[in-house]
Nanobody, 116 residues
Framework: QVQLVESGGGLVQAGGSLRLSCAASRRAFSSYGMAWFRQAPGKERDFVASISSSEDSTWYADSVKGRFTISRDNSKNTVYLQMNSLRPEDTAVYYC?????????WGQGTQVTVSS
């Protein structure tokens, strides 16, 4: 069993930045691909970005490409999501999850609110 704990959410003005963190409870985390998803009020949960276990491959939703960067530090069992040039439409609860494709493990989510 792996526990995932997100942090780093908050309230930011449009154009601002936030960095989300997702800490895993087990070193086995380093063998997993990981991903970030988000869910806005009244909408389905959407894929945001993912990263391979060895960090050599990343994927992004078109809506965040060029603004968000996913990374990981396997020595700290942590995956990050650097979010720049934030927009009001980025407002959502952000979740980390892994491993693909089943995504059996999910964090509790962290709220990101972007004001216009």
């Amino acid at each position: 069993q792996v526990q995932l704990v997100e942090s780093g959410g908050g309230l930011v003005q449009a154009g601002g930045s936030l960095r989300l963190s997702c800490a895993a409870s087990r070193r086995a985390f380093s063998s997993y691909g990981m991903a970030w998803f988000r869910q806005a009020p009244g909408k389905e949960r959407d894929f945001v970005a993912s990263i391979s276990s060895s960090e050599d491959s990343t994927w992004y939703a078109d809506s965040v490409k060029g603004r968000f960067t996913i990374s990981r530090d396997n020595s700290k069992n942590t995956v990050y999501l650097q979010m720049n040039s934030l927009r009001p439409e980025d407002t959502a609860v952000y979740y980390c999850a892994g491993p693909p494709p089943q995504y059996n493990y999910w964090g509790q989510g962290t709220q990101v609110t972007v004001s216009s």
